[in-house]
């Protein structure tokens, strides 16, 4: 008996494998650890006498510590030496889902009942390892994320003073912005940069920055630094850098133990992220992935990624599963401008970036979905909106900060459609809030900046608003505008509210609100009166609107977060900031914030499920392997899937969908933008509907069909096409062994079939 499985700490020194043992029993078991079940190599042997499985319960067997067991696939395998037998506990195939256990060095569809022990010295050299892994990805973040931002703004920030953490917040949004407005311009001119996306940005940054402060001296520094530190800021100063160097820590610690960026989203987010690699900048042809020949998808966390990819070296898929964990702590981290612009303390900050990072499951639950494009929206929209009201607001007009402003509003745009949405709502509910005051001269003057920082983000999103028209993205807009109001998909979900927040969180939400009231009225009343605007055209049925849909009820509810942040931020920033002035109470806060912060984030490494969400695994890579290696690269597959969004659209449901970006051969399921783009067979979606349909329904034809159009190959996955279907599978490996399928791999819980018969495939 024996099992495969991936070490996800360094010093990996035992096994333990739960043993029943027979009456008579004599002997010795002895474990093989094996690279994987194909090798003849032991790595180690170890020997347990059968006298001392006595009763039953886990029995460890140790081995020489590998301190560079992490991420590593092995195989251990057990032998009796003796008379009688021992048996070896078992559980479901999907209690586990990087390995199998195995029969004779053959594969069977459950796991071995086994833990992995680790010596504590390999684990504390490994996260050392990983520690420096993660300063040196923070510092190539912050030269990316940070410093195009920092330059920018401080050319074009002409209002009141800011502090250095508003600048960093500010900063954040900024260059997150620029990176799809580059992408879009060059190309509209017929350029294709490359990795200078990453490098100009950065560089020019690094040279202005030295240019303005190049008589800065170490002693002017240590200065400033000292000033800090006696100010009363540096108190929730340090915080925040605590929470936040925290949460980005949690985040990156989760994503070390995945494979590939989770569900259908983390498959097109890469594979976009791959085209622009491919193409150096924006792209059309989604070949030889996809067949599809448009690309008006919001783009803005894909050049953001590549951005990062074409810096650091690295490859799409690592790109987007670490960038999109650190987007995940950086949409905390700028709500800090907003918050403490409304709540007018630093504590009110601190406060709304802490509840998100560490103390909410949202947005740290996106990781599950691969659901990136809607939080680089939502980490641009408070900075929008923080610039936004500095534009709009003063009394002197300053045309530098609305051009500052209208490049963040179209980064916004090119990020993410619905979140644009949202700031939209945002700006509608400023008018009638100051349309109260219609006859005051500042009213008439925020209009007219209001339309000429309009009339900025149509010139900056210009080419892209033409592309638009390529896809079926228009059309399917209209359609849903035209629709009656009727009911909407997710309303049924609302009885669920904690899934988006804890009960404690709604609790200290209306506590926040009536407390926060009288301090805070205009403040609080706007952030209501938005999201109040927010919610209906979430679900615009429920006033008898058309355009259910078009931004989800979905969409809103994992939002929510961001608004009831800033609420209880606002609400009790200035009660924190009195407080933190007595020493006692500093001292306590200082005890509390850190029990808050270890509590916290225990919680959040709890919020992964890649059980339930990731597609591919570590035996989908081995078999993709497998394919490069022995299979023509024309080989097509048949993979498990289902239909989705109301029976619309084909998506799949296990690691195959990932054989087009990985393993280089077709699939019939393409990644989920074919339903909104232009693809080489307009009757694409439609086919696929049919298709789907009839492979659900086991028609005994569609077999033949397929394969007379060179569908030849069968692959099932790790997961068995679980991920998410509200069916059973569509591929069965004991339904297709024999017949007129052939067995070509088998290993852990992949399958790979053949059509015997199929050796000149005809094309669709």
Request: aromatic share 12%; proline share 7%.
């Amino acid at each position: 008996m024996g099992q495969t499985f991936v070490g996800r700490h360094g010093g990996l020194n035992g096994v333990e494998l739960w043993l029943e043992p027979e009456p008579g029993a004599k002997g010795i078991l002895r474990l093989h650890l094996r690279a994987d079940p194909r090798s003849p190599t032991d790595l180690a042997v170890v020997a347990l006498p059968l006298e001392t499985v006595t009763v039953p319960r886990f029995y460890r067997f140790s081995f020489p510590p590998d301190n560079r067991s992490h991420g590593m696939y092995r195989y251990a395998f057990l032998e009796l030496e003796g008379t009688g037998a021992v048996r070896v506990g078992a559980a479901p195939g999907d209690a586990y889902i990087d390995g199998a256990a195995y029969r004779d060095h053959e594969p069977l569809d459950v796991q071995l009942a086994f833990r992995l022990t680790y010596d504590l010295k390999g684990i504390a050299i490994e996260l050392a390892q990983a520690v420096l892994a993660g300063v040196w990805f923070l510092f190539l973040s912050a030269l990316i994320y940070l410093i195009p931002g920092y330059v920018l703004l401080a050319w074009f920030w002409t209002g009141g003073s800011l502090s250095w953490l508003d600048r960093m917040g500010l900063a954040v949004g900024i260059s997150l912005a620029l990176y799809p407005l580059l992408l879009l311009w060059t190309d509209f001119v017929g350029v294709h940069g490359g990795a200078l996306y990453a490098w100009l940005p950065v560089g020019g940054g690094l040279v202005a920055l030295a240019y303005r402060h190049r008589r800065w001296r170490l002693r002017q520094g240590w200065k400033a630094l000292q000033r800090w530190w006696r100010e009363e800021a540096s108190g929730p100063d340090g915080v925040l850098i605590g929470i936040l160097l925290l949460a980005l820590g949690v985040r990156l610690l989760v994503a070390r133990g995945l494979e590939a960026p989770m569900w259908g989203d983390g498959l097109q987010h890469t594979m976009i992220v791959q085209l622009l690699l491919d193409h150096g900048g924006l792209f059309r042809e989604w070949t030889p992935y996809a067949p599809i020949t448009s690309f008006t998808y919001h783009y803005g966390f894909h050049s953001q990624m590549a951005a990062l990819a074409w810096i650091s070296g690295w490859p799409a898929l690592q790109a987007v599963l670490f960038g999109g964990q650190l987007m995940n702590g950086l949409a905390a981290f700028t709500l800090y401008p907003l918050a403490r612009r409304m709540g007018g303390s630093p504590w009110a900050g601190v406060v709304a970036v802490a509840l998100p990072a560490l103390g909410w499951s949202m947005p740290m639950y996106y990781t599950n979905w691969g659901r990136y494009t809607q939080l680089a929206g939502q980490t641009l929209l408070p900075v929008a909106v923080r610039l936004t009201v500095e534009s709009l607001e003063p009394q002197k007009p300053n045309l530098r900060l609305l051009l500052l402003t209208a490049l963040v509003v179209a980064g916004l745009g090119l990020t993410h459609y619905r979140v644009l949405a949202f700031y939209g709502i945002f700006l509608i509910t400023w008018m009638l809030v100051r349309g109260l005051q219609w006859f005051h001269p500042a009213w008439r003057e925020g209009i007219l900046r209001l339309l000429i920082l309009g009339g900025l983000v149509v010139i900056l999103i210009l080419p892209w608003l033409e592309r638009l028209g390529e896809g079926g993205l228009p059309a399917s807009l209209r359609q849903t505008l035209s629709a009656g109001g009727g009911s909407s998909p997710g309303l049924e979900t609302w009885g669920d509210l904690k899934m988006y927040m804890p009960l404690w969180g709604w609790i200290l939400g209306g506590l926040a609100l009536i407390t926060g009231w009288m301090r805070h009225r205009n403040a609080i009343g706007f952030l209501l009166i938005w999201w109040a605007g927010v919610f209906l055209s979430a679900h615009p049925q429920l006033v008898g609107l058309p355009g259910s849909g078009v931004i989800s009820s979905f969409a809103f509810w994992i939002g929510i977060y961001l608004p009831m942040a800033l609420l209880i931020g606002i609400a009790i920033g200035d009660l924190l900031e009195m407080g933190w002035r007595n020493p006692w109470v500093r001292r306590m806060g200082i005890v509390l914030i850190g029990l808050f912060g270890a509590w916290g984030a225990w919680n959040r490494l709890g919020d992964i499920d890649p059980r339930s969400h990731a597609m591919l695994t570590r035996p989908d890579r081995q078999a993709m392997d497998w394919i490069r290696r022995h299979l023509p690269s024309d080989a097509r597959f048949l993979i498990n899937g289902f239909l989705a969004y109301g029976g619309q659209d084909a998506v799949g449901s296990d690691g195959g969908w990932w054989l087009p970006l990985l393993a280089q051969r077709a699939v019939l399921i393409p990644p989920l933008p074919y339903a909104i783009e232009r693809t080489t067979d307009p009757h694409l979606p439609s086919r696929l509907r049919e298709q789907i349909s009839r492979l659900t329904a086991r028609d005994p034809q569609i077999l033949n069909d397929l394969v007379r159009l060179g569908w030849c190959y069968v692959y099932v996955g790790q997961q068995q096409g679980r991920v998410n279907a509200p069916s059973p599978p569509l591929w069965v490996p004991d339904e297709l062994r024999g017949g007129p399928w052939e067995l070509l791999y088998h290993q852990d819980r992949v399958w790979i079939f053949r059509w015997r018969d199929c050796e000149h495939p005809g094309r669709e």
